[in-house]
């Protein structure tokens, strides 16, 4: 097994810091040090996709509700998991990768990236029930929330088979919605032809994502390629690249532009991902809002984890392969996995690994043909995108 360097395991825990407190400066802190406030505050872009989002979940609340009244409870959860968290990262890259191709802000753009949030809720409800995840962001998980419900009730038959299933639905609800939204924002026919294809691309690569995630983690897949595929499609391209390619379409941007966008979005996006997978394993609770270590009760073979399984020797191997996967994994399980990870150097391969993918970001934003308050924020964007301070 290799040592790790750097002080061997008590080095680990150190580095720790940056993972569980990404605010401290670190290695991802951009060297001109001048991003002090967050860049989803920059056109109070923030609160207005918010707004955006009430607005429109109040109005299909009002429509459920004329069809059954038994709806408000979906119409709350759907509310609820959008509107009560999440760092609206995915409409920042689309709405400054709209600026930045020459779009001018209006209410109506800022709704149509605002689609993108539902297609993250989509996301979030089916993995958090595919992972048979408890918690998202310290609450209940979708189907938690409506097992609960049933149980609270006295309905009858089972409550977790119920809870499973109202998540399905919630999850295609919240999709479905993510294209009336798109649809409903008041851009033209013409901008709307345009980022039509983007966002059906978009939405098609984040569920097959979702597949060979899932089909890796039954297979046992330790490769670092197909842990790099699924970082690639299940996150990386509908978190950076994606959004960005639909802000441009939407602004009409040339070819010039959307390679940039391409060049720059997808390393970012994988990097975004990595630093997930980091904070998955050596993550606080308290940042994260799931229960430390849920991936190695998930079985998640990440970069981190394959990168780890393809130094190990053979005992260390065999032990890491053995527990991942296991939903009954004590806190003391998961403090023995942490080890063998740090240990075998896989948490530094990544961390370099999240260095070069940044870089090669920054240099194709550097080199890209876009406007210069744009390129500004999609620059703090980047920074807090792998350090998440946003």
Do not use: C
Not at 286 to 313: F, H, I, M, N, W
Not at 367 to 390: F, G, I, K, N, Q
């Amino acid at each position: 097994m290799r040592t790790g360097g750097r002080g061997g395991w008590m080095g680990v825990r150190r580095r720790w810091k940056r993972v569980i407190w990404p605010n401290t400066a670190g290695r991802h802190q951009i060297a001109s040090g001048r991003v002090t406030n967050s860049p989803l505050e920059r056109a109070g872009l923030r609160p207005r996709v918010d707004k955006a989002l009430s607005g429109f979940l109040a109005a299909q609340r009002a429509r459920l509700l004329e069809i059954d009244p038994a709806l408000a409870e979906v119409a709350d959860a759907v509310s609820a998991f959008v509107l009560g968290g999440g760092k609206r990262l995915r409409p920042a890259f689309a709405y400054w990768g709209f600026r930045g191709a020459g779009g001018i802000d209006s209410d109506e753009v800022v709704a149509a990236v605002s689609a993108l949030e539902l297609v993250q809720a989509s996301a979030l409800i089916h993995d958090d029930l595919m992972d048979r995840s408890d918690t998202r962001r310290g609450e209940p998980s979708v189907h938690r929330r409506f097992e609960l419900l049933h149980r609270r009730e006295g309905w009858r038959s089972d409550a977790a088979g119920f809870g499973d299933s109202a998540a399905v639905l919630l999850g295609d609800l919240a999709l479905v919605w993510s294209d009336e939204l798109l649809h409903a924002s008041g851009m033209g026919l013409a901008e709307l032809s345009r980022a039509r294809p983007v966002f059906d691309l978009m939405r098609t690569e984040v569920t097959v994502g979702q597949y060979l995630d899932v089909l890796t983690q039954a297979t046992a897949d330790t490769s670092l390629e197909r842990a790099g595929k699924v970082a690639r499609f299940k996150s990386a391209k509908y978190t950076v690249e994606r959004p960005l390619l639909l802000g441009a379409a939407l602004a009409g941007g040339g070819p010039e532009v959307v390679a940039a966008y391409a060049a720059f979005g997808l390393p970012l996006g994988e990097a975004f991902q990595m630093r997930d997978d980091v904070l998955g394993v050596f993550g606080d609770p308290a940042q994260t809002g799931k229960p430390a270590g849920d991936d190695l009760r998930e079985g998640k073979r990440t970069y981190l984890v394959a990168s780890a399984l393809g130094t190990l020797d053979d005992a260390a191997r065999a032990e890491l392969d053995g527990a991942l996967g296991d939903p009954a994994l004590d806190d003391a399980g998961v403090e023995r996995l942490r080890a063998i990870i740090g240990e075998s150097g896989a948490l530094d391969a990544t961390e370099a690994r999240i260095d070069a993918l940044s870089r090669a970001a920054l240099t194709a934003l550097a080199a890209a043909p876009v406007e210069e308050e744009a390129r500004e924020v999609l620059l703090a964007l980047a920074d807090a995108a792998t350090r998440r301070s946003v």
